[in-house]
T-cell receptor, first 115, second 114 residues
């Protein structure tokens, strides 16, 4: 069972469109992550929220805009994306312990295609 | 900067046999954690096993065990009695305590042959 739910599962959009990816978890986790994963590559960290505040932005272009409206929800707003942004976008959550002994739980991802 | 290297892009194993996946890392930190994650074709990344750097004892989870060599900065995963369901991409990951950053290796695709 997936404890981290991502919607939509697939998204096709044009370069001028505005869309949003959604991630939800109800495990009480206070750290949430966005990753980008290209085919046959490892996930690349994009953003980290801890206690609903942005903790890490890995120099992601401003056409990606994260939002954490509450402790269960994480959004990724997309605008004016480029074809190279086509990828699998993974959301993850974990207990907000910086010690690292709390594993990440991943969602199934959103497969994004930019036309 | 920390780096994680998985030198085996692809491995194959016969069902019921044992296979070892390699992972090396580079760090100057003393407090860190290491993980193996599995990503089947259905895409969801699942934690397989984790190791705290301060623990000398190798972690074990059922058929999965690690060989953690801290001085050599090596963290290999051994899968015993391989099953068809073990076929997946396996990622080694490093985490520095005090941050929220996980650094993933390039992955090893494991094929299990019937």
């Amino acid at each position: 069972d997936t404890e981290v739910t991502q919607t939509p599962k697939h998204l096709v959009m044009g370069m001028t469109n505005k869309k949003s990816l959604k991630c939800e978890q109800h495990m009480g986790h206070r750290a949430m992550y966005w990753y980008k994963q290209k085919a046959k590559k490892p996930p690349e960290l994009m953003f980290v929220y801890s206690y609903e505040k942005l903790s890490i932005n890995e120099s992601v272009p401003s056409r990606f805009s994260p939002e954490c409206p509450n402790s269960s929800l994480l959004n990724l707003h997309l605008h004016a994306l480029q074809p190279e942004d086509s990828a699998l976008y993974l959301c993850a959550s974990s207990q907000a312990s910086k010690k690292g002994n709390q594993p990440q739980h991943f969602g199934d991802g959103t497969r994004l295609s930019i036309l | 900067a920390q780096t994680v290297t998985q030198s085996q892009p692809e491995m194959s194993v016969q069902e019921a046999e044992t296979v070892t996946l390699s992972c090396t890392y580079d760090t100057s930190e003393s407090d860190y954690y290491l993980f193996w994650y599995k990503q089947p074709p259905s895409r969801q990344m699942i934690l397989v096993i984790r190791q705290e750097a301060y623990k000398q004892q190798n972690a074990t989870e059922n058929r999965f065990s690690v060989n953690f060599q801290k001085a050599a900065k090596s963290f290999s995963l051994k899968i015993s009695d391989s099953q068809l369901g073990d076929a997946a991409m396996y990622f080694c990951a490093y985490y520095t305590s005090g941050t929220y950053k996980y650094i993933f290796g390039t992955g090893t695709r494991l094929k299990v042959l019937a």
